[in-house]
């Protein structure tokens, strides 16, 4: 089984600085024969459901601003936030979807320092 | 628009079923995979089961697996999750999402969910 793990689980950033989380999977999630990483990343506010924010581990979601970017292949990836904005405070998760079994990081709390 | 809305969730004794509904609507239901995550309180999520846009192949995680079923009526833009077999670790909110989409089979839509509490 794929085991997502994220890193830090929660972290204080000031309004406008750069927020970097990092998810790391135990196996590959690149598939050779498109050259795709099968990596999701996903923003959750409270009381809210989850919202896709970032796909094939770079590709941002139509209407998510692009203060938000992924990076990363293979087994090791990153969630970049510039300018980190009052309404980013929200729980973020990773997900491999490679495998047909879906697995979630166990998410990084992101707030305002 | 997109709009996924689940129902059926409920407070239940352990060992006790319960089926869940998500009913869709804003697009074409039966060209998009489906999927149930959940979140227990407090927690993180889950994904929990996949089917097939066309209902012919489904998924589960091991947590669920042999206890629920997924299902889906694409004549009634409906998807179902059939739980037997209730645990007190199965209560969550229950969402459903879709996948197939342009980000392949990641979640991109996601409904508001619905709250399962198994407890006696």
């Known amino acids: 089984d794929f085991v997502m793990t994220q890193s830090p689980d929660s972290l204080a950033v000031s309004l406008g600085e750069r927020a970097t989380i990092n998810c790391k999977s135990s196996q590959s999630v690149l598939y050779s024969s498109n050259n795709k990483n099968y990596l999701a990343w996903y923003q959750q506010k409270p009381g809210q459901p989850p919202k896709l924010l970032i796909y094939w581990a770079s590709t941002r979601e139509s209407g998510v601003p692009d203060r938000f970017s992924g990076s990363g292949s293979g087994t090791d990836f990153t969630l970049t936030i510039n300018s980190l904005q009052a309404e980013d405070v929200a729980v973020y998760y990773c997900?491999?979807?490679?495998?047909?079994?879906?697995?979630f990081g166990q998410g990084t709390k992101l707030e305002i320092k | 628009e997109v709009q996924l809305v689940e129902s059926g969730g409920d407070l239940i004794q352990p060992g006790g079923s319960l089926r869940l509904s998500c009913a869709a609507s804003g697009f074409t239901f039966s060209n998009f995979e489906m999927n149930w995550v959940r979140q227990a309180p407090g927690k993180g999520l889950e994904w929990i089961s996949y089917i097939s846009s066309s209902g012919g192949i489904t998924h589960y995680a091991g947590s669920v697996r042999g206890r629920f079923t997924i299902s889906r009526d694409n004549d009634k833009n409906s998807l179902f999750l059939q739980m037997n077999s209730l645990r007190a670790e199965d209560t969550a909110i229950y969402y459903c999402a879709t996948g197939g989409g342009s980000g392949g089979s990641c979640q991109d839509r996601w409904g508001q969910g619905t709250l399962v509490t198994v407890s006696s």
């Open positions: 997900q491999q979807y490679y495998s047909t079994l879906y697995t």
